[in-house]
């Protein structure tokens, strides 16, 4: 069965530090892009950042950019999103996605992991 | 970057009614478009991909249309079980901008 699973969430202060984790399973996970996108409490769902399945390649949305980067580690299946400098407006559920088709850089998610909470908050 | 606007934000259908949410690219995607589903509380589920290529799993109620800047979403007969908020996206290239959503609720 194909799953990811997200984790590292929590509360942070304003101006801290969070690194996210996706576990991914039951897929080739080097040949797939995966991306985060992202969810504040009762709003609409906003695309946070990109990778590549080899990693060579990263995409920012503008409102994260220079603060967030994202990676990932094909030798143990695992998304990762480091962010920096958080603010109040950061404060969303995270999710993890793939790509729908195999060696594709843009494309539709076809599966969602469950979501993390990233509060930041003094 | 491209903007995503869908219309209408919310509605209200009886159970059978044909159902239409329009989304708009503020410039041309070709068919670069999909369309999720996320009912209150769960995860957004990719119900439509390029533009009118129905996934896997997904009951055939549901249709897209469209290819540029004006593309359709349709529930041919909307079901109880198709209350949610509806979201599309363009994937042509980075970022993959969401549309706000559309609520759909039962009256």
């Known amino acids: 069965e194909v799953q990811l699973l997200e984790s590292g969430g929590g509360l942070v202060q304003p101006g801290g530090s969070l690194r996210l984790s996706c576990a991914a399973s039951?897929?080739?996970?080097?040949?797939?892009?995966m991306s985060w996108v992202r969810q504040a409490p009762g709003k609409g769902l906003e695309w946070v950042s990109g990778?590549?399945?080899?990693?060579?390649?990263?995409y920012y949305a503008d409102s994260v950019k220079g603060r967030f980067t994202i990676s990932r580690d094909n030798s143990k299946n695992t998304l990762y999103l480091q962010m920096n400098s958080l603010r109040a407006e950061d404060t969303a559920v995270y999710y993890c996605?793939?790509?729908?088709?195999?060696?594709?850089?843009?494309?539709?998610?076809?599966?969602w992991g469950q979501g993390t909470m990233v509060t930041v908050s003094s | 970057d491209i903007q995503m606007t869908q219309s209408p934000s919310s509605l209200s259908a009886s159970v059978g009614d044909r159902v239409t949410i329009t989304c708009r690219a503020s410039q041309g995607i070709s068919n670069y478009l999909a369309w999720y589903q996320q009912k209150p509380g769960k995860v957004p589920k990719l119900l439509i991909f390029a533009a009118s290529t129905l996934q896997s799993g997904v009951p055939s109620r549901f249709s897209g249309s469209g290819s540029g800047t004006d593309f359709t979403l349709t529930i041919s007969s909307l079901q109880p079980e198709d209350v949610a908020t509806y979201y599309c996206q363009k994937y042509n290239s980075a970022p993959g901008t969401f549309g706000q959503g559309t609520k759909v609720e039962i009256k």
């Open positions: 996605a793939k790509d729908h088709l195999p060696r594709s850089v843009n494309d539709a998610f076809d599966i």
């Open positions: 039951g897929f080739t996970f080097s040949s797939y892009a």
């Open positions: 990778i590549s399945g080899s990693g060579g390649s990263t």
